[in-house]
Each structure stands twice: as structure tokens, then as C-alpha cells.
């Protein structure tokens, strides 16, 4: 009898521990990190390496590596937002199965970054902002929105229609951001060779849309990426056998621009009214309703 009792027992804890099992060799020990538990794992490409990892240490790690820590938290804050909407755009167009590679930072770099005696206020801040806006994304028409952010205009952010020759993004639209102009990164100069180049078309923004280079006609962003410019707002100058370029701004100069959004935060203005401006005729919507992950 006690030979049966003892091996109902055991069969018994075998069933009790069998679905913690599963999952531990599923999903590997990730779940003994202190976060992510309760949260759906994704599939992330870093280092020409594959793994899977919880969704909020995923993002956690895209924010700390895309916003300054030292912002506002409501700018943190509207940030996180638009991360989740991006990511959720991306497994919702490509399926649950889609490789996220985003850039991102480890905890260790978030360390090497911030240093070890800012890293456990910092690592906690950002943490705070996006469980603060948990599930929350943007939508616009029932669909997730397109969520671009840059870190400094050169004073007006972008259209969507003239960047993307569609009407597709109506809330993407020019606003003036008139502190941007006085950041102290807001201009910045350097030379490349060659004398034959001419800006020859720019959007209402001020942002360069075309160059002629010699013979060849290239786009803003292509002459940007080439020459490794701040930004696509630049003038062209010829200066002793070569060309002075002067940018304005940093980034590409579309959706939210993070030092707008940091003043705006430093007056009272919340995330959800720093969204609002940026993304005009959006709406903050709960993901759970919309979006199965």
C-alpha cells in the first residue's frame, strides 16, 4: 500500500511540474530573468544570431538604445509607444513568426553606456515608461499607425505624401518645431570631395528630395547615406575644389522629433498629447483589443 501511495505521489508531481518543464525547454531559462514571465516571446536576429526573448526585454532594450534616458519621462514615455506600434505593425503585417531586427541594448551595454552607478535608476526608468503605457499603440482607421522618430528636426518634420509619393499617411504631417532650431546639435559641417553638385529639389519641409551630382540625379536620402550626413535638410557649397555641407537637424525628419517631444514634456505636456501633435488623427488605443500576439 505505502509502495502505491508512493508512486501516485510521484506520478502526481510529474504531472504538476510536466507544463514547467515544456515551457523550460521551449522557450529555454529566459523565463528566470525577473521580467518577460507573462510576456509573449519573440524572435530577435542580432549579430547575424537568432534567439528568442520576451517581448519586453526586446523592447525595453530598443528604447534604452533610441532615447537619451536623461528625457522626460512623458517623452520616454510617448516613445515606448511608438516602439510598441512598430513592432506589433511588424508581426501583424509579417506574421508571429517574423524575425524582429531592430537594434537593441543588453542590459551589460546599457551598463558600459550609462555607467554602473546610473544604470540601475536608468535600466528602472525605462522599464517604468513602457510598463506605464502597457498594450498601448497608436491606430489611425482601425490600423496601426506608422510610427517614425527622429532626434532633431531642422525646425519643421516631414509629410508623409512627399517622402513616400503616397496618401497614406495623412497624419504624418509638417509641424513646427521652432526649438529645434536652437538645440545645440541643431547645425552641423563638413567637407566632401568633388565640386560638380547642386541641391535641385527640396520637399515643404526643407529637406533635400533630389542632387545632381555631375551627370547623375540622386535622391536626398541616398546623397545622405553616401556621405554620412546628420540629416537630409542640407545645403551645398563650393569651397576651394570642394563642397561645404551644412545640415540641419538630425535624422530623417519624420513623425516625432525627440527634443520637441522633451520640451514639450518639460511643459507639463503628457505622452499622449505629445503623440497627438505628432501623429494628428491617430488614436491611443489599447493593443489587447486589436492585436493577437
Not at 482607421?141 to 505624401?161: I, Q, V
Not at 552641423?188 to 528630395?209: H, L, N, R
Not at 551630382?213 to 550626413?229: K, M, N
Not at 570642394?242 to 522629433?257: E, P
Amino acid at each position: 500500500m505505502r509502495k502505491f501511495l508512493r508512486q501516485a505521489g510521484y506520478l502526481l508531481l510529474i504531472i504538476i511540474l510536466l507544463p514547467y518543464v515544456i515551457t523550460v525547454f521551449i522557450n529555454g531559462n529566459g523565463l528566470n530573468t525577473g521580467m518577460g514571465s507573462n510576456s509573449p516571446y519573440v524572435t530577435v536576429k542580432r549579430d547575424n544570431k537568432t534567439k528568442q526573448m520576451p517581448l519586453a526585454e526586446y523592447a525595453i532594450g530598443v528604447l534604452a538604445k533610441e532615447i537619451d534616458a536623461d528625457m522626460e519621462k512623458e517623452a520616454i514615455k510617448a516613445q515606448a509607444v511608438l516602439i510598441r506600434t512598430s513592432i506589433y505593425k511588424t508581426i501583424q503585417e509579417e506574421g508571429s513568426s517574423t524575425t524582429l531586427t531592430k537594434g537593441y541594448w543588453t542590459r551589460s551595454q546599457m551598463e558600459d553606456n550609462w555607467g554602473t552607478g546610473e544604470y540601475a535608476k536608468k535600466y528602472e526608468k525605462m522599464k517604468k515608461a513602457w510598463e506605464e503605457t502597457e498594450g498601448q499603440v497608436l491606430m489611425y482607421n482601425g490600423s496601426l499607425a506608422l510610427t517614425p522618430y527622429h532626434k532633431l528636426s531642422n525646425g519643421k518634420t516631414r509629410a508623409g505624401s512627399e517622402v513616400f509619393g503616397v496618401e497614406d499617411y495623412p497624419y504624418l504631417m509638417v509641424k513646427d518645431c521652432p526649438q529645434d532650431v536652437e538645440a545645440p546639435e541643431a547645425m552641423t559641417t563638413s567637407m566632401i570631395q568633388g565640386t560638380d553638385m547642386e541641391v535641385t529639389k527640396t520637399d515643404s519641409a526643407g529637406y533635400v528630395t533630389e542632387v545632381r551630382c555631375g551627370q547623375e540625379t540622386v535622391s536626398g536620402e541616398e546623397f545622405r547615406d553616401t556621405y554620412h550626413l546628420a540629416s537630409a535638410s542640407f545645403t551645398l557649397q563650393p569651397f576651394e575644389n570642394q563642397i561645404r555641407v551644412t545640415s540641419a537637424g538630425i535624422g530623417h525628419g519624420l513623425g516625432m522629433s525627440q527634443y520637441t517631444a522633451e520640451k514639450m514634456a518639460e511643459e507639463g505636456k503628457t505622452c499622449a498629447e505629445i503623440l497627438t501633435f505628432f501623429f494628428e488623427g491617430t488614436a491611443l488605443e489599447e493593443v489587447a483589443e486589436i492585436v493577437t500576439m
